[in-house]
């Protein structure tokens, strides 16, 4: 089976930009999740979805959106970027009834 | 809040020990831990679930435990290999929810 697939691989952006991710989970995986991970503060939650919907928001700002399709691909969205948005942006994906997540290797972007 | 405290210093060992990494969490107990492996450049990648109820978990060389009274987890690997080299990461859960807090993570340096 095909692991999770995240493009961009990599990201140049500048500030006030917007910009969108794409996530594709393992076949069959009907939760996709988002973190963002900086060295400072590690991963943080972004946002959960499950069946096109989501179930769950971290706390981020509202420029932080997503989104999920019948497929089960997901995107999401940051608007105006800011410096402080360069990280590793990961998406995970889960099966129904398990708690484990499989991610995927990342879109790392940045914002000059 | 919920959070995870991870040793962010570097944990430097020989060939052949045993590597034992420390997580604690603040706050009431979480329905399970989790422990991910990270490489440089890559998600993190699933390892061992261990709930609330259970006082310890094996799988291969790996081992984790769940004290409630401490609020720790325990996270060792026997008979360490250079290639075990990586940073660990620990989570924490509640059912039904994708939303993990993760710590920091502790790098593991194995030396030949």
């Known amino acids: 089976k095909a692991g999770v697939t995240q493009t961009p691989r990599y990201l140049i952006k500048t500030r006030g930009q917007q910009v969108t991710l794409s996530c594709s989970p393992i076949s069959g995986h009907r939760s996709v999740s988002w973190y963002q991970q900086t060295p400072g503060q590690g991963l943080q939650f972004l946002f959960e979805?499950?069946?096109?919907?989501?179930?769950n928001k971290g706390n981020f700002p509202g420029r932080f959106s997503g989104r999920q399709f019948s497929n089960s691909r997901s995107e999401m969205n940051v608007s105006t970027l800011e410096l402080g948005d360069s990280a590793l942006y990961l998406c995970a994906s889960s099966p129904s009834s398990s708690e484990k997540l499989f991610f995927g290797s990342g879109t790392q972007l940045s914002v000059l | 809040s919920q959070k995870i405290e991870q040793n962010s210093e570097a944990l430097n060992i020989q060939e052949g020990k045993t590597a034992t990494l420390t997580c604690n969490y603040t706050?009431?107990?979480?329905?399970?831990l989790q422990w991910y492996r990270q490489d440089p450049g890559r998600g993190p990648v699933f390892l061992l679930l261990?709930?609330?109820?259970?006082k310890e978990k094996r799988k291969e060389r790996l081992k984790v435990t769940f004290d409630t009274t401490l609020k720790q987890s325990l996270f060792h690997i026997t008979a360490s290999q250079p290639a075990d080299s990586a940073t660990y990461l620990c989570a924490r859960g509640n059912t039904g929810f994708q939303k993990l807090v993760f710590g920091t993570g502790t790098r593991l340096l194995v030396s030949p």
């Open positions: 979805y499950f069946s096109e919907t989501q179930r």
């Open positions: 261990i709930r609330e109820n259970e």
């Open positions: 706050n009431y107990s979480p329905a399970y």
